[in-house]
């Protein structure tokens, strides 16, 4: 005999959630619930959930939420099979929210999508990609090689296609780790690793933990890793909020007073910050992965650094390799993080309360920019410039996003959800006038400190 299926309230579900913001504190907390498709799932301590979960630590975000559109966005069927492992009940049926018809078009279009063949991708396109892309580093290291002891000029232009390749590498790797491009997820990894890691000098854990929580909570204040920019740049008034907790307040307060100003300057210098993250994220005795792939991912980080020092100082004069690496190390963190700031900055920051609001896919329409699709922006932005439709559909390869964006539209259109598309220089000025809007917010809250 089989006993009741046990049920829960939203308020069960949410208080399961306070306190746990790392693995540790998940691990040692009881409970951590989430509800997928109205069932309730624990992936809290003594479930065994993320030494299992390929996802990682990902799955934190969405602790003590509704995880549906997060679990529908990332997972195969293999996943689905998986889930019996962690249920623990149902939702209490007058709990159970009432149809979405939104979320139910959403479903309608994922299906319309996969009947058009959009899932499927074009081996071929990648090929192109793999093979100009590495053919950028090609000609950088050509001209190294000939001219990197002779000419300062010939270095800033080896420079410069160092940082486009690391550029379009970041693109690829992300086509990749999205898994937009194999079935079998082994393969797109196994090319991530030699893009991500080898190539660019990111490692694939470190970005899979990253760049997935941003997918899960997109402008999220205390969430999105993305937008967590103090005390360089404050991307709402929540993050103003923080001046008190900082331990570098005065540091944030000259950045935030100038950020509108300093705001390209800063972004040069985020490849650097996130190479640094990449080998401390692999490092220490508390690591998030397992020692194989803490094995593979510092041998393929050493890969990288082994070939980028002996190229520039086998080919140049010390002098001309700083140069080199000073040019493709800002300039490349210049090309990503416009790309990046572009995407989601400057649009709507929400805190945990009003995301709740909003169904995933909704606050996915409702944090991103698309840019218009031409040649240029396509190549740019490594077709990021369909930001709206990557976020909803991830696995969707880079080559078919154009097949979602009217459809996409029209359902926008249907159910009065606000979608913004505009160009890169648009998005560009939208970016720095919320930056100075920032600014004086914050001078305000200073007088106000100072008078009181
Ligand atoms: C009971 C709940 C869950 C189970 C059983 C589960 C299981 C799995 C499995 C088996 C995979 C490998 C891919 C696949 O076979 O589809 C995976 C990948 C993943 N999961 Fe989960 N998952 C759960 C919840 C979540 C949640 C709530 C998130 C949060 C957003 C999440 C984020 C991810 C991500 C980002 C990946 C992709 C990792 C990669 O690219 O390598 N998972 N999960």
Same mark, same amino acid.
Not at 57 to 74: L, M
Not at 386 to 411: C, K
């Given at each position: 005999?089989? %006993?009741?299926? #046990?049920?829960?309230?939203?308020?069960?579900?949410?208080?399961?959630?306070?306190?746990?913001?790392?693995?540790?504190?998940?691990?040692?907390?009881?409970?951590?619930?989430?509800?997928?498709?109205?069932?309730? *799932?624990?992936?809290?301590?003594?479930?065994?959930?993320?030494?299992? $979960?390929?996802?990682? !630590?990902?799955?934190?975000?969405?602790?003590?939420?509704? !995880?549906?559109?997060?679990?529908?966005?990332?997972?195969?069927?293999?996943?689905?099979?998986?889930?019996?492992?962690?249920?623990? /009940?149902?939702?209490?049926?007058?709990?159970?929210?009432?149809?979405?018809?939104?979320?139910?078009?959403?479903?309608?279009?994922?299906?319309?999508?996969?009947?058009?063949?959009?899932?499927?991708?074009?081996?071929? *396109?990648?090929?192109?990609?793999?093979?100009?892309?590495?053919?950028? &580093?090609?000609?950088?290291? !050509?001209?190294?090689?000939?001219? %990197?002891?002779?000419?300062?000029? !010939?270095?800033?232009?080896?420079?410069?296609?160092?940082?486009?390749?690391?550029?379009?590498?970041?693109?690829?790797?992300?086509?990749?780790?999205?898994?937009?491009?194999?079935?079998?997820?082994?393969? =797109?990894?196994?090319?991530?690793?030699?893009?991500?890691?080898?190539?660019? /000098?990111?490692?694939?854990?470190?970005? #899979?933990? #990253?760049?997935?929580? $941003?997918?899960?909570?997109?402008?999220?204040?205390?969430?999105?890793?993305?937008?967590?920019? +103090?005390?360089?740049?404050?991307?709402?008034?929540?993050?103003?909020?923080?001046?008190?907790?900082?331990?570098?307040?005065?540091?944030?307060?000259?950045?935030?007073?100038?950020?509108?100003?300093?705001?390209?300057?800063? @972004?040069?210098?985020?490849?650097?910050?996130? &190479?640094?993250?990449?080998?401390?994220?692999?490092?220490?005795?508390?690591?998030?992965?397992?020692?194989?792939?803490?094995?593979?991912?510092?041998?393929?980080?050493?890969? $990288? *650094?082994?070939?980028?020092?002996? @190229?520039?100082?086998?080919?140049?004069?010390?002098?001309?390799?700083?140069?080199?690496?000073?040019?493709?190390?800002?300039?490349?963190?210049?090309?990503?993080?416009?790309?990046?700031?572009? =995407? $989601?900055?400057? +649009?709507?920051?929400?805190?945990?309360?009003?995301?709740? #609001?909003?169904?995933?896919?909704?606050?996915?329409?409702?944090?991103?920019?698309?840019?218009?699709?031409?040649?240029?922006?396509?190549?740019?932005? %490594?077709?990021?410039?369909?930001?709206?439709?990557?976020? +909803?559909?991830?696995?969707?390869?880079?080559?078919?996003? *154009?097949?979602?964006?009217?459809?996409?539209?029209?359902? &926008?259109?249907?159910?009065?959800?606000?979608?913004?598309?505009?160009?890169?220089?648009? /998005?560009?000025?939208?970016?720095?006038?919320?930056?100075?809007?920032?600014?004086?917010?914050?001078?305000?809250?200073?007088?106000?400190?100072?008078?009181?």
């Amino acid at each position: 005999m089989t %006993g009741a299926i #046990k049920t829960f309230t939203w308020a069960e579900v949410e208080q399961s959630a306070l306190k746990k913001t790392t693995v540790d504190d998940v691990e040692n907390g009881g409970p951590a619930l989430m509800v997928i498709h109205n069932k309730v *799932y624990d992936i809290g301590a003594g479930t065994g959930f993320f030494r299992f $979960h390929p996802g990682g !630590a990902v799955a934190i975000s969405q602790i003590g939420k509704d !995880a549906s559109g997060a679990f529908e966005v990332f997972h195969t069927e293999n996943a689905e099979s998986m889930m019996s492992d962690f249920y623990v /009940g149902d939702l209490a049926p007058k709990e159970v929210p009432k149809p979405n018809p939104f979320k139910e078009d959403v479903n309608e279009l994922r299906n319309k999508l996969i009947a058009m063949g959009a899932f499927k991708s074009n081996k071929l *396109y990648y090929v192109w990609k793999l093979v100009s892309t590495f053919s950028i &580093c090609a000609a950088s290291a !050509a001209i190294l090689i000939n001219y %990197g002891r002779t000419s300062t000029l !010939a270095v800033i232009a080896a420079g410069s296609l160092m940082a486009i390749f690391w550029q379009q590498s970041g693109w690829l790797a992300h086509d990749f780790l999205h898994h937009q491009v194999f079935k079998n997820r082994f393969y =797109n990894n196994v090319v991530g690793y030699i893009v991500g890691n080898v190539w660019q /000098g990111f490692s694939v854990s470190w970005w #899979k933990d #990253k760049h997935c929580t $941003h997918h899960s909570v997109p402008n999220v204040h205390g969430e999105d890793p993305d937008i967590n920019t +103090m005390p360089f740049l404050a991307w709402s008034e929540h993050a103003l909020e923080l001046f008190h907790d900082l331990k570098d307040a005065d540091a944030a307060r000259f950045f935030v007073n100038y950020q509108a100003t300093l705001f390209f300057p800063i @972004l040069g210098v985020a490849r650097l910050a996130w &190479c640094f993250s990449s080998v401390r994220f692999n490092m220490g005795d508390k690591l998030l992965i397992s020692p194989t792939v803490a094995f593979w991912e510092k041998s393929t980080l050493a890969a $990288h *650094y082994i070939w980028l020092l002996s @190229l520039t100082f086998t080919f140049c004069t010390p002098l001309l390799g700083l140069l080199f690496l000073f040019v493709a190390e800002c300039g490349c963190g210049l090309l990503l993080a416009f790309v990046f700031t572009v =995407n $989601h900055n400057g +649009m709507p920051v929400y805190t945990t309360e009003e995301s709740k #609001k909003y169904d995933f896919y909704e606050l996915q329409i409702r944090t991103g920019r698309d840019v218009y699709s031409n040649l240029f922006s396509d190549w740019f932005t %490594g077709g990021l410039n369909y930001q709206v439709e990557h976020h +909803m559909f991830p696995t969707l390869p880079r080559h078919n996003f *154009y097949m979602s964006q009217g459809l996409v539209e029209e359902l &926008c259109k249907k159910h009065n959800v606000p979608f913004h598309k505009t160009t890169l220089v648009g /998005g560009t000025g939208e970016i720095l006038a919320r930056l100075a809007q920032l600014s004086n917010a914050a001078n305000k809250i200073r007088r106000i400190e100072k008078k009181n």
